[in-house]
Nanobody, 113 residues
Framework: QVQLVESGGGLVQPGGSLRLSCAASGFTFSSAVMSWYRQAPGKEREFVARMPSTGITYYADSVKGRFTASRDNAKNTLYLQMNSLKPEDTAVYYC???????WGQGTQVTVSS
């Protein structure tokens, strides 16, 4: 079955960096559009990045220039490199495969001094 498992979250100071990973299984990862979303406390889940199998990756304006999505098709893994982190980036981060409507369990990112 389709599975997505995120990892890499943690506590980081403002201005710091983290790299999230999403290990995928149960479908042909190399041809799948993959997305990152996040949900801050008391807020709705929001779009972060959308990465097609080939072509342009789209980012939310709030993360553009700071976050970079990438993928390793040999490892069936999606990544999110997050730089220049801000307190408002604090959220649970989820990966999502639209074709299957499947979410991962999420990984907590906390940006605080």
């Amino acid at each position: 079955q389709v599975q997505l498992v995120e990892s890499g979250g943690g506590l980081v100071q403002p201005g710091g960096s983290l790299r999230l990973s999403c290990a995928a299984s149960g479908f042909t990862f190399s041809s799948a559009v993959m997305s990152w979303y996040r949900q801050a406390p008391g807020k709705e889940r929001e779009f972060v990045a959308r990465m097609p199998s080939t072509g342009i990756t789209y980012y939310a304006d709030s993360v553009k220039g700071r976050f970079t999505a990438s993928r390793d098709n040999a490892k069936n893994t999606l990544y999110l490199q997050m730089n220049s982190l801000k307190p408002e980036d604090t959220a649970v981060y989820y990966c999502y495969v639209p074709r299957w409507g499947k979410w991962g369990q999420g990984t907590q990112v906390t940006v605080s001094s």
